[in-house]
């Protein structure tokens, strides 16, 4: 619209969509500082069951929290027994790898990572190995994969696309071990 020589803009009311805050999982690494109180200042990374070991506090549990989350804690815990009013800051300095690996008839079989914070489709993984070979077999893949502490084998088709036939959507997570086998003669 021109109103006397000036465009204006009409506005849309497109919902804007925040992106999901980074959750800590083990192997993240974290540095914890407190304002004024450099003996209390911590670089260290998640163990398995999701704590940290931090100065005066001890093993606290951040596993899950946000970063933002885990600074509360961190703060409350200093203040409840040490600290008045501690200033804290809480840092994400090192994500955690999510290695999956690509095996059989790809251009390059290796270990590769799931992107953080974003979904990986069997069809994607495959394609970050340099596709299937000459000899490989779309419909010949296999994923394992531990759930639950149990080995789970998965049969796929990456040409498949309907909703049932999980080709193109079949998501990788962190650990799975994708074989694409060779076509028969």
Same mark, same amino acid.
């Given at each position: ?22 959750? /800590? ?18 670089? +260290?990374? /998640?163990? +398995?069951?999701?704590? $940290?070991?931090?100065? /005066? ?7 899950? #929290? ?6 509360? $804690? ?5 203040? %409840?027994?040490? /600290? $008045? ?5 809480? @840092? ?10 690509? #095996?059989?008839? =790809? ?8 992107? !953080?914070? %974003? ?9 970050? &190995? ?11 893949? =296999? ?9 789970? @084998?998965?049969? #796929?088709?990456?040409? !498949? ?22 076509? &028969?003669?």
């Amino acid at each position: 619209m021109v109103l006397a020589g000036v465009v204006v803009q009409a506005q849309t009311n497109t919902p804007v969509t925040a992106e999901k805050p980074h959750a /800590l999982v083990p192997n993240d690494v974290v540095e914890v500082k407190v304002y004024r109180q450099p003996d209390l200042e911590t670089r +260290a990374r /998640l163990a +398995a069951d999701g704590t $940290v070991t931090l100065p /005066l506090l001890g093993s606290v549990k951040l596993g899950g #929290l946000t970063a933002e989350e885990a600074r509360v $804690v961190v703060r409350d815990l200093l203040a %409840q027994d040490y /600290l $008045v009013n501690p200033q804290v800051t809480l @840092t994400i300095v090192e994500y955690a790898k999510n290695p999956f690996t690509v #095996l059989g008839e =790809v251009q390059r079989p290796g270990a590769y990572e799931v992107p !953080a914070e %974003q979904a990986l489709s069997l069809r994607q993984a495959i394609a970050l &190995a340099g596709g299937t070979t000459r000899s490989g077999a779309p419909g010949a893949v =296999v994923v394992q994969r531990l759930e639950q502490g149990r080995k789970k @084998t998965y049969r #796929l088709d990456i040409n !498949a696309t309907g909703p049932d036939e999980k080709g193109d959507s079949f998501q990788i997570q962190p650990g799975d071990l994708i074989t694409v086998g060779e076509k &028969a003669d």
